[in-house]
């Protein structure tokens, strides 16, 4: 077993019809951006009825159709939001927890301490987040999972992941191992994959490989770590 093995994103997709809501970041191969990606999948015509929208930055999901909104609580929040030199990327409210934390000289770890997984009895979907810290023209990353620790529900693990930042090398988390009933929740460390240098390279990779009867939305970020300038792709399957 190759440990050090990178993955093609594409590859890990295509065999899985539902990883769920997943996050990737890392650096690109010519080392000169920062990569981020979060998409949303769904099976309930309530989790399908989202898009993505962007405001000043910050991405939030909404619903495409507010007339069938059943539950907004676990569908309706922000992804993405920057603070400071940080970008923040969760898979729900638990973004805006990390954020008042940094606001208050808090952490991200300290942040995540006071949250669990969702209350989606049977499937506890995990809530998986990530940070990026920026300064001196590089960056480094954390990611954490929290998750059930048995089928009841009856206590959260919590476990945290701090990167350096490598060119070409990013980090893949993503809620479930594949589709079921209760959905299996992933299992292991955030999966080592590639990051090509060109935005629409990897947009494309991770759209075109997402089971088209579940994907939703897709947003991807590349930032700048010489200027800071930012490049953005998003797409939404209800337009």
């Known amino acids: 077993m190759n440990i050090y093995k990178i993955d093609d994103i594409g590859s890990l997709l295509s065999t899985n019809t539902y990883p769920g809501r997943g996050i990737v970041i890392g650096k690109t191969e010519d080392g000169k951006k920062a990569a981020v990606a979060y998409f949303i999948m769904g099976r309930s015509e309530n989790s399908r009825n989202r898009i993505f929208k962007e405001v000043d930055g910050d991405v939030f999901t909404e619903p495409f159709d507010f007339s069938k909104v059943e539950d907004p609580s676990l569908i309706i929040y922000a992804a993405i939001r920057k603070f400071e030199n940080k970008l923040i990327v969760t898979n729900g409210d638990q973004t805006d927890t990390i954020y008042n934390h940094l606001k208050d ?52 693990n919590r476990y945290f992941y701090e990167y350096t930042a490598l060119n070409g090398l990013g980090h893949f988390i993503h809620t479930y191992v594949c589709d079921g009933n209760p959905i299996p929740t992933f299992q292991g460390e955030p999966e080592r994959v590639k990051i090509p240098s060109d935005i629409d390279a990897f947009t494309n990779e991770i759209w075109t490989n997402l089971n088209e009867n579940n994907k939703i939305s897709l947003y991807v970020r590349y930032i700048d770590l010489e200027t800071g300038a930012v490049e953005n792709r998003m797409i939404n399957k209800n337009k």
Do not use: H, V
Not at 109 to 123: G, I, S, V
């Open 105 to 156: 000289c808090g952490c991200f770890k300290k942040a995540l301490k006071t949250r669990e997984f969702e209350p989606d009895a049977p499937n506890f979907t995990p809530r998986i987040s990530g940070i990026l810290k920026f300064a001196n023209g590089d960056f480094n990353y954390q990611m954490s999972i929290l998750k059930s620790a048995d089928e009841k529900g009856s206590a959260c």
